[in-house]
């Protein structure tokens, strides 16, 4: 058998093959047709294939990308590589098996064509070596069409290949879930990787990594003919590196047309409702490839010094100690003893370095005998972020034998140490629990804590007072007399920048507030307002969380907890004030052992009025030696997520100094655009939520059987529409507050636009912090009387970065 020969059998099936891709066509359509979005869909895959055709950069993330893809593209894609194959298979034709690890394998055309070359092993009685391929993909639609309808179409028209090509199937990673690197003859096949993206040199140093690790005899490239830049210089390099390079001849076996393809593209025009435009044919622009051949044993080729960590397409990790820090975040766990301030967007991994870093302080001093002195404070906003890093932290003592016990109120004790070695605190309930325990008799808030409502009516009780007495009978002074106002300009201004005397807080700045004049009578009133609320507050015996926060600072300011944290840690310092400041480093040994995290397109208590502590006044001294570690991308939100939201957080940058701009990372778990979905109502979003988890399942968001234990998380509160979808799988849906839920990810996050978001200041960091949350499915619930204020940040998102769900939400969208 020659080369020839098998050139000339694989044109012999050339029919075969275009009957498969009908035939699989047929079996999808079957199984599909009656989807609650069927046509929609594919009329959107088709209009998207297109565009790709047009040089667009496709997501393929919707449900029938595959189906329309193919329909188009899997013959060509097919033909573009028999020659290619037919070439290193041959090659290979002593080995008993090959192993190719198919990157970016999408509809499988590697794999179909290895199968006609086997094919042509068969027809000539000749033994083909036994060829194992795993198709890598993020795309679990185009992996999916293959295994469930392509190749089972071929292997019925070819059944002899059965035995010869044997497929698995990846969504994600080029290693984490394949983690059988043990073949001896491996290829890598590695079709468009660097096509579309603007990444491409992290791309690069992942590929390098990934063929230090399979080790692979061949290497086989191909680009399209204008973008061969990196594929050449990565052929060079390898060129330069034990392998030899050979550019392929791009002459294709197949031209002309695909019959059977056209016919059942017109049988779904003319009978599905399907609107397909174009003749598909075997023709391909002109490609460009290369074999890459190794010549002897690759060994620590490129001189990385990590051979383990592949990070292109990671899925999300679930258990804390198999996080392998990136270097950025390594660095940042350092304790070096210098005021540390970790920045970075949502999911770049801020919490996983304060965990690290908590470990590394403990770790070292335990092994230098020093435990029993030291005290770390970790402190944030959020209950549930409490336990979440709770649980990191033990997680990440065990991985080191580290032993320890638990106490429920306050953290961990380290064995050796006679006292608890690691606080964990929300900051709200600080006061109260380092008060009690060291100062019994005082008991300083034996009083009763209010909350929103009741904090509102006190300040209205004040403002009713103060108008009183300075005899305001008029609306004049509404827009700061206001019981919300009133109680933001306590908590924000005169608690947060602790402004204590009146003279002081009427001329001084109230930055990122609304402009107020400097000794105005505005000012005048919201001073005397805030005393009297206080007033009223002390009178009743009660408090707030700020008022008992303010409370701990003047006994802070008084030296009372002087020194008792060896380290403090702030995670989520978005949210925190000036004088939140003066807390913690009243409560330092040494401030330059203050580390806070956080991210201000976050700020949702405190909008522009966060800040970190400063460094341009007499008290500026003690962040002198800090160090500002700058993290990037995010590990948990999908790729396309990051895209699509990137100038919402670019619109927060604008207006809020050191907010962190989201940037799309490789890395980061598949998954889809945000889905945009207009409902009639509740109900009907419910309804649409549940198509939406049906068609997307393959992320593995919802089980698909009860219990259903992964939720889908509603945000704002909207009681309707939970209600709704848990009428419909039972227990499927929760729905809570951004304010609670911040600091954490949940698989799939719907944005209702039907709640309101008080906030109003702050909506978009708000909306932001919702969106950020998901590390699976976003969905935003798109109604008829959409505020002016969720319209605009819709819009804002990246137009080619949505997907709309179905008809009446494209309508919808484009008359926004
Ligand atoms: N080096 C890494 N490798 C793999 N996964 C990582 C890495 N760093 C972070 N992650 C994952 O990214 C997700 C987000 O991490 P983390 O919660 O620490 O981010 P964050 O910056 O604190 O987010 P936020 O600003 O929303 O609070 C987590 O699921 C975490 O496991």
Same mark, same amino acid.
């Given at each position: 058998?020659?080369?020839?020969?098998?050139?000339?059998?694989?044109?012999?099936?050339?029919?075969?093959?275009?009957?498969?891709?009908?035939?699989?066509?047929?079996?999808?359509?079957?199984?599909?047709?009656?989807?609650?979005?069927?046509?929609?869909?594919?009329?959107?895959?088709?209009?998207?294939?297109?565009?790709?055709?047009?040089?667009?950069?496709?997501?393929?993330?919707?449900?029938?990308?595959?189906?329309?893809?193919?329909?188009?593209?899997?013959?060509?894609?097919?033909?573009?590589?028999?020659?290619?194959?037919?070439?290193?298979?041959?090659?290979?034709?002593?080995?008993?098996?090959?192993?190719?690890?198919?990157?970016?394998?999408?509809?499988?055309?590697?794999?179909?064509?290895?199968?006609?070359?086997?094919?042509?092993?068969?027809?000539?009685?000749?033994?083909?070596?036994?060829?194992?391929?795993?198709?890598?993909?993020?795309?679990?639609?185009?992996?999916?069409?293959?295994?469930?309808?392509? #190749?089972?179409?071929?292997?019925? !028209?070819?059944?002899? !290949?059965?035995?010869?090509?044997?497929?698995?199937?990846?969504?994600?990673?080029? +290693?984490?879930?394949?983690?059988?690197?043990?073949?001896?003859?491996?290829?890598?096949?590695?079709?468009?990787?660097?096509?579309?993206?603007?990444?491409?040199?992290?791309?690069?140093?992942?590929?390098?990594?990934?063929?230090?690790?399979?080790?692979?005899?061949?290497?086989?490239?191909?680009?399209?003919?204008?973008?061969?830049?990196?594929?050449?210089?990565?052929?060079?390099?390898?060129?330069?590196?034990?392998?030899? +390079?050979?550019?392929?001849?791009?002459?294709?076996?197949?031209?002309?047309?695909?019959?059977?393809?056209?016919?059942?593209?017109? #049988?779904?025009?003319?009978? +599905?409702?399907?609107?397909?435009?174009?003749?598909?044919?075997?023709?391909?622009?002109?490609?460009?490839?290369?074999?890459?051949?190794?010549?002897?044993?690759?060994?620590?080729?490129?001189?990385?010094?990590?051979?383990?960590?592949?990070?292109?397409?990671?899925?999300?990790?679930?258990?804390?100690?198999?996080?392998?820090?990136?270097?950025?975040?390594?660095?940042?766990?350092?304790?070096?003893?210098?005021?540390?301030?970790?920045?970075?967007?949502?999911?770049?991994?801020?919490?996983?370095?304060?965990? @690290?870093?908590?470990?590394?302080?403990?770790?070292?001093?335990?092994?230098?005998?020093?435990?029993?002195?030291?005290?770390? !404070?970790?402190?944030?906003?959020?209950?549930?972020?409490?336990?979440?890093?709770?649980?990191?932290?033990?997680?990440?003592?065990?991985?080191?034998?580290?032993?320890?016990?638990?106490?429920?109120?306050?953290?961990?004790?380290?064995?050796?140490?006679?006292?608890?070695?690691?606080? !964990?605190?929300?900051?709200?309930?600080?006061?109260?629990?380092?008060?009690?325990?060291?100062?019994?008799?005082?008991?300083?808030?034996?009083?009763?804590?209010?909350?929103?409502?009741? $904090?509102?009516?006190?300040?209205?009780?004040?403002?009713?007072?103060?108008?009183?007495?300075?005899?305001?009978?008029?609306?004049?002074?509404?827009?700061?007399?206001?019981?919300?106002?009133?109680?933001?300009?306590?908590?924000?201004?005169?608690?947060?920048?602790?402004?204590?005397?009146?003279?002081?807080?009427?001329?001084?700045?109230?930055?990122?507030?609304?402009?107020?004049?400097?000794?105005?009578?505005?000012?005048? $009133?919201?001073?005397?307002?805030?005393?009297?609320?206080?007033?009223?507050?002390?009178?009743?015996?009660?408090?707030?969380?700020?008022?008992?926060?303010?409370?701990?600072?003047?006994?802070?300011?008084?030296?009372?907890?002087?020194?008792?944290?060896?380290?403090?840690?702030?995670?989520?310092?978005?949210?925190?004030?000036? +004088?939140?400041?003066?807390?913690?480093?009243?409560?330092?040994?040494?401030?330059?052992?203050?580390?806070?995290?956080?991210?201000?397109?976050?700020?949702?208590?405190?909008?522009?009025?966060?800040?970190?502590?400063?460094?341009?006044?007499?008290?500026?001294?003690?962040?002198?030696?800090?160090?500002?570690?700058?993290?990037?991308?995010?590990?948990?939100?999908?790729?396309?997520?990051?895209?699509?939201?990137?100038?919402?957080?670019?619109?927060?940058?604008?207006?809020?100094?050191?907010?962190?701009?989201?940037?799309?990372?490789?890395?980061?778990?598949?998954?889809?655009?945000?889905?945009?979905?207009?409902?009639?109502?509740? @109900?009907?979003?419910?309804?649409?939520?549940?198509?939406?988890?049906?068609?997307?399942?393959?992320?593995?968001?919802?089980?698909?059987?009860?219990?259903?234990?992964?939720?889908?998380?509603?945000?704002?509160?909207?009681?309707?529409?939970?209600?709704?979808?848990?009428?419909?799988?039972?227990?499927?849906? @929760?729905?809570?507050?951004?304010?609670?839920?911040?600091?954490?990810?949940?698989?799939?996050?719907?944005?209702?636009?039907?709640?309101?978001?008080?906030?109003?200041?702050?909506?978009?960091?708000?909306?932001?912090?919702?969106?950020?949350?998901?590390?699976?499915?976003?969905?935003?619930?798109?109604?008829?009387?959409?505020?002016?204020?969720?319209?605009?940040?819709?819009?804002?998102?990246?137009?080619?970065?949505?997907?709309? #769900?179905?008809?009446?939400?494209?309508?919808?969208?484009?008359?926004?």
């Amino acid at each position: 058998m020659t080369l020839e020969n098998i050139y000339l059998h694989i044109a012999s099936i050339k029919n075969t093959l275009d009957n498969a891709i009908k035939i699989a066509a047929e079996n999808y359509y079957v199984v599909h047709k009656d989807d609650s979005n069927f046509l929609f869909d594919v009329k959107e895959t088709s209009r998207e294939c297109y565009l790709l055709s047009r040089g667009a950069d496709l997501c393929y993330d919707r449900p029938s990308i595959g189906f329309t893809y193919s329909l188009w593209y899997q013959g060509r894609r097919v033909n573009s590589f028999l020659k290619y194959l037919s070439q290193a298979i041959f090659e290979a034709k002593q080995e008993k098996s090959i192993t190719i690890y198919d990157l970016g394998a999408g509809t499988g055309a590697i794999q179909w064509a290895c199968a006609a070359v086997a094919s042509a092993f068969h027809k000539y009685d000749v033994e083909c070596p036994v060829i194992k391929i795993i198709n890598i993909d993020t795309s679990p639609f185009m992996l999916d069409y293959n295994r469930l309808y392509l #190749w089972p179409a071929l292997v019925s !028209l070819l059944p002899d !290949l059965k035995n010869s090509i044997l497929p698995s199937y990846f969504v994600n990673s080029w +290693s984490s879930d394949v983690d059988d690197f043990n073949n001896s003859n491996n290829w890598i096949t590695a079709s468009y990787l660097f096509d579309h993206t603007e990444n491409s040199e992290n791309l690069k140093k992942d590929f390098k990594k990934l063929i230090e690790k399979i080790k692979p005899t061949k290497i086989l490239l191909t680009s399209s003919f204008n973008k061969k830049g990196y594929t050449q210089d990565i052929a060079k390099e390898l060129a330069q590196n034990n392998y030899t +390079s050979q550019e392929v001849n791009n002459d294709l076996i197949y031209s002309g047309g695909m019959p059977a393809t056209v016919a059942i593209r017109k #049988w779904f025009n003319n009978n +599905s409702g399907c609107n397909f435009s174009g003749t598909p044919s075997w023709n391909e622009n002109y490609i460009y490839g290369v074999i890459c051949s190794s010549t002897s044993p690759t060994f620590n080729l490129f001189a990385l010094d990590t051979t383990n960590e592949v990070n292109l397409y990671n899925p999300p990790l679930v258990v804390r100690r198999e996080i392998k820090l990136n270097q950025t975040q390594n660095k940042a766990a350092q304790n070096d003893n210098k005021p540390t301030i970790i920045v970075g967007p949502a999911g770049c991994g801020k919490s996983v370095v304060i965990t @690290q870093r908590v470990l590394n302080i403990v770790d070292e001093a335990i092994k230098t005998n020093t435990i029993s002195k030291i005290n770390i !404070l970790l402190t944030t906003f959020n209950k549930a972020l409490k336990a979440y890093l709770l649980n990191w932290i033990k997680d990440l003592f065990d991985s080191r034998n580290i032993t320890y016990t638990e106490n429920y109120k306050y953290g961990l004790k380290t064995q050796g140490s006679e006292f608890i070695n690691v606080f !964990l605190m929300h900051f709200d309930v600080l006061p109260t629990r380092l008060w009690k325990p060291l100062f019994k008799e005082e008991q300083p808030f034996n009083d009763s804590l209010l909350f929103e409502t009741g $904090l509102l009516k006190r300040a209205q009780e004040a403002i009713n007072s103060i108008k009183e007495s300075e005899n305001i009978s008029t609306a004049e002074f509404d827009n700061v007399l206001n019981p919300e106002y009133v109680l933001e300009e306590y908590n924000r201004v005169i608690y947060g920048q602790n402004y204590t005397k009146m003279d002081v807080y009427l001329t001084s700045t109230r930055s990122g507030r609304p402009v107020l004049a400097y000794n105005g009578d505005r000012r005048r $009133l919201l001073f005397k307002t805030v005393q009297k609320f206080l007033l009223i507050m002390e009178n009743n015996n009660e408090s707030s969380i700020i008022t008992r926060r303010h409370k701990f600072l003047k006994e802070i300011n008084k030296n009372k907890f002087k020194g008792y944290f060896t380290h403090v840690f702030v995670d989520e310092f978005q949210d925190c004030t000036q +004088s939140d400041y003066e807390i913690f480093y009243g409560l330092l040994k040494d401030p330059n052992n203050l580390i806070i995290a956080g991210d201000f397109a976050q700020a949702v208590h405190l909008g522009r009025v966060a800040s970190i502590p400063r460094v341009d006044d007499a008290k500026g001294e003690r962040m002198r030696n800090r160090v500002t570690h700058k993290l990037d991308g995010s590990y948990r939100l999908p790729y396309r997520i990051s895209e699509a939201i990137k100038p919402l957080s670019e619109a927060i940058n604008e207006v809020q100094e050191g907010a962190d701009i989201i940037t799309p990372y490789k890395g980061a778990p598949p998954g889809a655009r945000p889905i945009l979905v207009y409902a009639e109502n509740n @109900q009907d979003l419910a309804k649409k939520i549940i198509n939406i988890t049906k068609a997307f399942n393959s992320f593995d968001v919802v089980d698909s059987i009860p219990p259903y234990k992964n939720l889908i998380t509603i945000l704002e509160k909207d009681i309707a529409t939970t209600n709704a979808l848990n009428n419909m799988k039972s227990g499927v849906c @929760q729905t809570d507050t951004i304010l609670r839920l911040k600091g954490l990810e949940k698989k799939l996050i719907v944005w209702s636009t039907n709640t309101e978001i008080t906030h109003t200041e702050e909506i978009k960091n708000f909306v932001y912090t919702i969106f950020t949350r998901t590390s699976g499915l976003l969905i935003i619930g798109m109604f008829k009387d959409i505020k002016k204020e969720y319209k605009e940040i819709i819009t804002s998102l990246r137009k080619d970065r949505v997907m709309l #769900w179905d008809e009446s939400s494209l309508q919808y969208y484009n008359d926004l």
